[in-house]
């Protein structure tokens, strides 16, 4: 798929315009994780910035005057140590992290209390015999090794600290018609909040507490 190709797509989806403009990201500090070539990354904020781990990205947003980055998305502590984005952006990222929970952990370094998270994941439909046609298996792609549903990628959201707002696929902007497509939609996006004073239920800190290997996320959910 060429560069022009992606850029014209998302300049024409109606989901992305629906969720830009309902969250007003044209005029918020994002966060593109995993931005590819910043097709999506033209049409946030000033200031907005893109994370990528290939270097033709990174060279094509210097050339295109996008602030696009080299580096991991799992590794965000190389990274931006002090600055906090008004929302954090990550369509087809999620499905392919070693650890989806420990991402949604520390992307709060990068977040205030009214931090905006949008997650696009393509997703198991409720009607699961529909995977057997072509257009609902996105989900099921050979290079993903996470998979999730509506309930799972909510689950997933507020067992590590985000107060989910809405899981839909953002294809109309009223909200009805747009939940009453949820049930058949290959791919949701998940709008959550911040909640700055998560805490780990205290048998969770039991089961780790002792475990040097978890003493980040117990710092990082006020459990330690």
Not at 38 to 59: A, C, D, N
Not at 66 to 71: A, D, E, Q, T
Request: hydrophobic share 40%; with cysteine.
């Amino acid at each position: 798929m060429s560069i022009k190709f992606r850029e014209e797509n998302v300049k024409h989806s109606r989901t992305f315009k629906n969720i830009r403009a309902i969250y007003n990201l044209s005029d918020k500090l994002v966060f593109d994780i995993g931005c590819g070539f910043g097709e999506y990354l033209r049409f946030f904020g000033k200031g907005s910035v893109g994370l990528t781990t290939t270097r033709e990205e990174v060279e094509y947003g210097k050339k295109n005057s996008l602030n696009i980055v080299f580096g991991n998305a799992e590794k965000l502590d190389e990274f931006f140590t002090e600055e906090k984005f008004n929302a954090i952006w990550a369509n087809n990222l999620f499905e392919h992290l070693l650890s989806p929970h420990s991402f949604l952990m520390r992307i709060k370094k990068v977040s205030h209390q009214e931090t905006v998270l949008i997650l696009g994941v393509p997703v198991i439909p409720k009607i699961t015999t529909l995977t057997l046609l072509k257009r609902f298996r996105g989900a099921l792609a050979s290079n993903h090794i996470n998979f999730f549903t509506y309930t799972t990628l909510r689950l997933t959201a507020e067992r590590a600290g985000w107060r989910v707002l809405s899981v839909r696929p953002f294809v109309f902007k009223n909200r009805l018609l747009d939940t009453l497509m949820r049930p058949i939609s290959p791919h949701l996006y998940l709008v959550a909040e911040n909640m700055e004073n998560f805490v780990y239920p205290v048998k969770k800190v039991n089961e780790w507490v002792a475990d040097e290997h978890y003493s980040e996320l117990l710092s990082l959910a006020n459990s330690k």
